[in-house]
């Protein structure tokens, strides 16, 4: 069972990245994944979760306001097996390791500890 996030990089303020995170061994359809990020420095934080039957849920966190949480859109291919993670608008303080992990109870929660499987990430890093 294993996932594998791509699509990070550097941007600029303002622009825009989709993050994927693919799955193999074992069908997404059946777990929620969620994206978290870790910001130097900072504790895990998760973002927004795809659960089993499509239901999205966004985690607000002082450092990350629900406006914010508006930036990032989750969704699911079946097809491929593979989640993404669009995010829009990014600013400095959206830098950080962004990782997917799937929960095997197929319902979303903020918490990282649910969460069984987990991606090595994919580095984002905002900066002009």
């Known amino acids: 069972l294993r996932l594998v996030e791509s699509g990070g990089g550097l941007v600029q303020p303002g622009g825009s990245l989709r993050l994927s995170c693919a799955g193999s061994?074992?069908?997404?359809?059946?777990?929620?994944t969620g994206w978290f990020r870790q910001a130097p420095g900072k504790p895990i934080e998760g973002l927004v979760c795809?659960?089993?039957?499509?239901?999205?849920?966004?985690?607000?966190?002082?450092d990350t306001p629900h406006s914010a949480k508006d930036r990032f859109i989750i969704s699911r291919d079946s097809d491929k097996n593979t989640v993404y993670l669009q995010v829009n608008g990014l600013q400095p303080e959206d830098t950080g390791l962004y990782s997917c992990?799937?929960?095997?109870?197929?319902?979303?929660?903020?918490?990282?500890?649910?969460?069984?499987?987990w991606g090595e990430g994919t580095q984002v890093t905002v900066s002009s």
């Open positions: 992990a799937a929960a095997l109870a197929g319902e979303c929660s903020p918490s990282p500890n649910l969460y069984a499987y």
């Open positions: 795809i659960s089993f039957d499509g239901k999205i849920s966004s985690y607000d966190s002082f």
């Open positions: 061994g074992f069908s997404l359809d059946y777990y929620a």
